[in-house]
T-cell receptor, first 110, second 115 residues
Framework: GEDVEQSLFLSVREGDSSVINCTYT??????LYWYKQEPGAGLQLLTY?????DMKQDQRLTVLLNKKDKHLSLRIADTQTGDSAIYFC??????????FGAGTTVTVRA | NAGVTQTPKFRILKIGQSMTLQCTQD?????MYWYRQDPGMGLKLIYY???????DKGEVPNGYNVSRSTTEDFPLRLELAAPSQTSVYFC??????????????FGDGTRLSIL
């Protein structure tokens, strides 16, 4: 099956940039996603990128994709306390199913 | 739009009891999914459906059953609850439309404890 791996924890100071990394193994992945989960809530789609793109920027979020190394990253600029959450990387091919990483818990400290 | 709605939000069951987790979506999505989330394990796909009357097993289907009689509803049934089924359950939906892999939309989850 497909494997998606992420580091489990990240601590960042308020105002700094956060970078969350993800690696995947399925070379047939066509879409890669970042979801955010706040305590007690479901997963909220943050952004996604097609596999033929290298970069996507959306306000404070920048997604970088290195398809050769199967490496995906999410950068959050000017991290705020409201960005404290669990962030999931997910990859999907053409069968409409997603494989999720275990999630990175981001803690923003003052 | 309410999106994806799951009920109940919390439930405690005794070993051997049965229950149905409800999921409904109002986005007219063809595709629906059930996941379980265990600490440090990410989300694992239990069952999915590509349309009314069609269901298929995911990665961890044992101990569960589903049905899809309408486009809107996709209930998940636990027949004989076991402690290993203590988890947070998420329902999601998506609709590929003209493109593959439209994003999945998630409900807020059902937190289930089996004691």
């Amino acid at each position: 099956g497909e494997d998606v791996e992420q580091s489990l924890f990240l601590s960042v100071r308020e105002g700094d940039s956060s970078v969350i990394n993800c690696t995947y193994t399925d070379s047939s992945s066509t879409y890669l996603y970042w979801y955010k989960q706040e305590p007690g809530a479901g997963l909220q789609l943050l952004t996604y990128i097609f596999s033929n793109m290298d970069m996507k920027q959306d306000q404070r979020l920048t997604v970088l994709l290195n398809k050769k190394d199967k490496h995906l990253s999410l950068r959050i600029a000017d991290t705020q306390t409201g960005d404290s959450a669990i962030y999931f990387c997910a990859e999907g091919a053409n069968d409409y199913k997603l494989s999720f990483g275990a999630g990175t818990t981001v803690t923003v400290r003052a | 739009n309410a999106g994806v709605t799951q009920t109940p939000k919390f439930r405690i069951l005794k070993i051997g009891q049965s229950m149905t987790l409800q999921c409904t979506q109002d986005m007219n999505h063809n595709y629906m999914y059930w996941y379980r989330q265990d600490p440090g394990m990410g989300l694992k796909l239990i069952y999915y459906s590509v349309g009314a009357g069609i269901t298929d097993k995911g990665e961890v289907p044992n101990g569960y059953n589903v049905s899809r009689s309408t486009t809107e509803d996709f209930p998940l049934r636990l027949e004989l609850a076991a402690p290993s089924q203590t988890s947070v359950y998420f329902c999601a939906s998506s609709d590929p439309g003209g493109m593959s892999n439209q994003p999945q939309h998630f409900g807020d989850g059902t937190r289930l404890s089996i004691l």
